[in-house]
């Protein structure tokens, strides 16, 4: 039986919450999206860019009401920046719409392909997912940059966004539905969740069967609801304690080098380090300068005893780490630092703390560097390079819905073909058994 | 922060339950097969194939236990007889095992691989998903199916049978762990989930952190529970509506032979057809054959108003069907049956009734076959083929740990590749950003 049978649209009555009526509308639409080829796509696209650029002074001006409301609740600056557009932003936003419209379309890529030995041709094709949930915090860039790949993808997208920034992302989802639509396509493919309360967002993760996958962007507590509480599939994103790992044997300046980048050359995002751990055989040679290093960026080190015992002539601030030091994602100036026996003690401590993420090692040896990739069991694993490198766009993606941290579907950034789905298609003869 | 570290083997203490005491053993072992070669483990796959022949007796002798107990409670014989194991069905299941031992090495595979415009060279690799939970009903050889496919791929499992295989399975598990523990081994690779209560499975799919993914195989309810309750990912699989659809233009005789070989040759796995939708214009020519046919094989056909005004002179046992039909999974000598307007209307038929399993088209029009395969959303489309053909073994997998009917992750047949996640390796020489 058909145990997943969805509502049909037709049965769309007044029982029925506005969460999953959207949800509804959105299956339609997808249906309707999904055999669309790359040129009717990329056309919508372009007419979104040029809308959001048109329509710069209305997405502003509804973007200023989010912002005054953030003022009076006290909100910090940083947050306050990241929620503001401004014409420069706004351009800025319809530049990587265009950019979008310029990547492949993954949509009918033929992932595996062949005649069987009884003449059936057997194609495995890419489709798009169906409909996309999307659950995320504060930035209304966020708002266009998922609709944007959705779109791509042959997906309708479902957007929750924060309340935060309810004005803005209403502005911004009116300028792509009507650019949408505009092309003659329903503009149900992108629609704001209605509701700003946290029953919507229940709604939404029970919509099995409508929603095909949702995929929360945002802090650990967002994430871990969605997971816990969802029976729609979820694909669990962003969380990450990384750790740079520095051998026996290892080039300082390098190492140092890569410390420093993973861990400082932007805190807040989830590729940066958070951890490092030092081989002992090179903990008195290395640990002096990389604490100076560290020091010089203004970092705060939360150092267990073998660490402190190198800090004594350091400029560094150095502090005694706890247990939860190994699994804090401080997304600020401060890092975790162990030194370990060996390096299979090192991959010990990230298999045992690692959110999954990514993982570095700084190393001469091609032995350590082969088995440190091969047991450690994370997103991405470094070799001599930055933690800073696990992002779509570094890993030429050309854009990115989040970063995958579960094994499930898609693992590390998230690309167009992860918003896809395959089908196989059967060709015979009138072949049977 | 690591939202979902899982508990460390080292907390192992009495207030841990069974099945959370049996996943940290699995988790542990599963990091030290993840790194085999496909050497060690191909070995160790003969030596279960070995070892399941020479223990015939023991096994044979368990079952009995199984069978006794289910011929008491009055089980019907078709069950009994795939409860029945005997040395020749011991053989094959040990000749499977032989034939999974052949099959590729998917771990290590490079799905994507290329040098970025800064020199880093970037790989992602097939890795095994970690820890693999089956929960399936009654046949004892998915216990060996099942623990063959993950050990080749480099995972650990947990496997929790029905009560009703019980003996059965705690024998064949016995001989498994024997035999992977004499070739060195982990023997927690393989482990029967203690207990036979309903909480050892609501436990199950409460260890998320400890348990990567659950498979469940049988019936529409198990696999709705486990849907429902699971924090853990899960592959839903299995439940078929299959629908055979004849175009207005078709051979006759081809549509014939696909009709009664998707409905009549095995009705009760999931590939078998379900409902026949037939074209209006082709209705009056091919529908007193089909029924014709149709009672040939034994099926008895629920049919809508239209059909039933051209099975007048048929033999056919023609039932009136109601809305139910068209959405139950007969496994059966049963189908529906509704004449449509239009391919569309099949189509859309089929999006509103199907369980996206398999859907075939009989067509001689390449536009309509077109048409269909495009708008079809089902893990596989057939294009004047069987809906039979939906099956690893059929696709050339070698073997196949159920059919996914999701989207996410796997859809469709699932073989050893889909027992496997990815990681990126990214190689540098000091890289930083």
Chains 1, 2 share one sequence.
Not at 35 to 54: C, G, S, T, W
Not at 198 to 226: C, F, H, Q, Y
């Amino acid at each position: 039986m058909a145990s997943h049978t969805p509502p049909s649209p037709a049965a769309d009555s007044d029982d029925i919450s506005p969460v999953t009526r959207t949800a509804q509308r959105a299956r339609a639409a997808a249906a309707e999206i999904a055999p669309l080829p790359r040129a009717v796509k990329d056309e919508v696209l372009l007419a979104v860019a040029d809308a959001l650029e048109a329509r710069s002074a209305e997405i502003v001006e509804a973007n200023a009401v989010d912002v005054a409301k953030a003022r009076e609740a006290g909100t910090s600056e940083t947050v306050i920046d990241r929620l503001t557009l401004d014409p420069e932003r706004i351009r800025a936003i319809a530049s990587d719409v265009r950019d979008v419209a310029a990547l492949p379309d993954p949509v009918g890529e033929v992932v595996r392909g062949s005649t069987l030995p009884n003449g059936i041709d057997l194609r495995q094709i890419r489709v798009p997912l169906g409909v996309v949930g999307i659950i995320y915090e504060a930035r209304p860039n966020v708002t266009v940059d998922a609709a944007a790949l959705c779109l791509k993808s042959g997906n309708a997208v479902l957007l929750r966004g924060s309340s935060s920034a309810y004005a803005s992302n209403t502005a911004l989802v009116g300028v792509l539905r009507d650019a949408v639509e505009g092309a003659g396509l329903p503009a149900d493919a992108v629609q704001l969740v209605p509701g700003q309360s946290r029953d919507s967002v229940r709604e939404l993760m029970r919509a099995r069967g409508l929603v095909d996958v949702l995929i929360p962007r945002g802090g650990a507590s967002l994430i871990r609801t969605v997971v816990e509480e969802s029976t729609v599939p979820v694909i669990e994103t962003g969380t990450g304690n990384c750790h740079v790992y520095v051998d026996a044997q290892a080039d300082l300046d390098m190492a140092v080098d890569i410390l420093i980048n993973s861990k400082a050359q932007r805190p807040s995002v989830c590729n940066s380090a958070e951890t490092l751990l030092v081989h002992q055989d090179i903990a008195a040679a290395f640990l002096p300068r990389a604490l100076d290093a560290l020091a010089d960026a203004g970092v705060t080190v939360h150092a267990d005893e073998r660490v402190r015992a190198h800090a004594g002539a350091s400029k560094a601030t150095v502090v005694a780490a706890t247990e939860e030091d190994w699994e804090t994602e401080y997304l600020s100036y401060d890092i975790a630092a162990a030194v370990v026996d060996s390096l299979d003690a090192a991959v010990a401590h990230i298999r045992r703390w690692t959110s999954g993420h990514t993982e570095a090692i700084v190393t001469t040896s091609q032995a350590a560097a082969r088995r440190f990739t091969q047991l450690v069991d994370s997103t991405t694993v470094a070799v001599n390079a930055s933690t800073r490198f696990t992002d779509g766009g570094q890993f030429g993606f050309g854009a990115e819905i989040g970063i995958s941290t579960q094994k499930l579907h898609a693992r590390g950034p998230m690309g167009l073909p992860e918003l896809t789905s395959t089908k196989y298609i059967v060709t015979g003869d009138g072949h049977i058994r």
